[in-house]
């Protein structure tokens, strides 16, 4: 049992990269320097919001999975989807 304890941490010697190896690298450390923290902009209110306006390729594609999921016949499912397809 001991011998096989040995034999892995002897093994793990050479597998394993020791700490003196990367401390004596080429590798700068400066390269792994944190980024400094920006705080993020606060987004500007408007006081007159515009409606967000959906194009009808958009709407024809919302639809098609609740076509699918009450049943709608395939006819209507597949106008659905060549509206979807329209570029609009």
Do not use: W
């Amino acid at each position: 049992m001991t011998s096989k304890i040995l034999l892995c941490l002897t093994l793990s010697s050479f597998y394993c990269p020791s700490v003196e190896t990367h401390a004596n690298s080429s590798i700068s450390y400066a390269q792994f320097r944190p980024i400094p923290f920006k705080k993020p902009a606060s987004p500007k209110k408007s006081s007159n919001p515009s409606p967000i306006v959906y194009s009808q390729s958009a709407k024809a594609g919302n639809l098609v999975t609740p076509a699918i999921l009450l049943g709608m016949p395939a006819i209507v499912i597949l106008a659905l989807i060549f509206m979807s397809l329209k570029n609009d």
